[in-house]
Nanobody
Framework: QVQLVESGGGLVQPGGSLRLSCAAS????????MNWYRQATGKQRELVAS???????TYADSVKGRFTISRDNAKKMVYLQMNSLKPEDTAVYYC??????????WGQGTQVTVSS
């Protein structure tokens, strides 16, 4: 079983940057597909970025060129570097992991607010 804890959210001005971190506990982290989701108030949760156990990386169209996902398997960490932030990026960001057997794990979320 994996526990996920996000950090790094906060308030930032439009055009600014933030780096989210997700610390994982438990074994077999290297076998997990890791993702970042976000959910804005009144909207459905959406997939922002993925980094699979096969090192395949994908992004939502809305963040391509601005966000970068990375992972450090030795440290059991996943990161989301967010640049050129826009007000529409305001949301709660969640770290998410899926095991090879299909079990899903969620972090508690971290708030990102982009506002002047």
């Amino acid at each position: 079983q994996v526990q996920l804890v996000e950090s790094g959210g906060g308030l930032v001005q439009p055009g600014g940057s933030l780096r989210l971190s997700c610390a994982a506990s438990g074994s077999s982290f290297i076998t997990y597909d890791m993702n970042w989701y976000r959910q804005a108030t009144g909207k459905q949760r959406e997939l922002v970025a993925s980094f699979t156990r096969f090192s395949k990386i994908t992004y939502a169209d809305s963040v391509k060129g601005r966000f970068t996902i990375s992972r450090d398997n030795a440290k059991k960490m996943v990161y989301l570097q967010m640049n050129s932030l826009k007000p529409e990026d305001t949301a709660v960001y969640y770290c998410h992991g899926t095991s090879p057997f299909g079990y899903e794990y969620w972090g508690q979320g971290t708030q990102v607010t982009v506002s002047s």
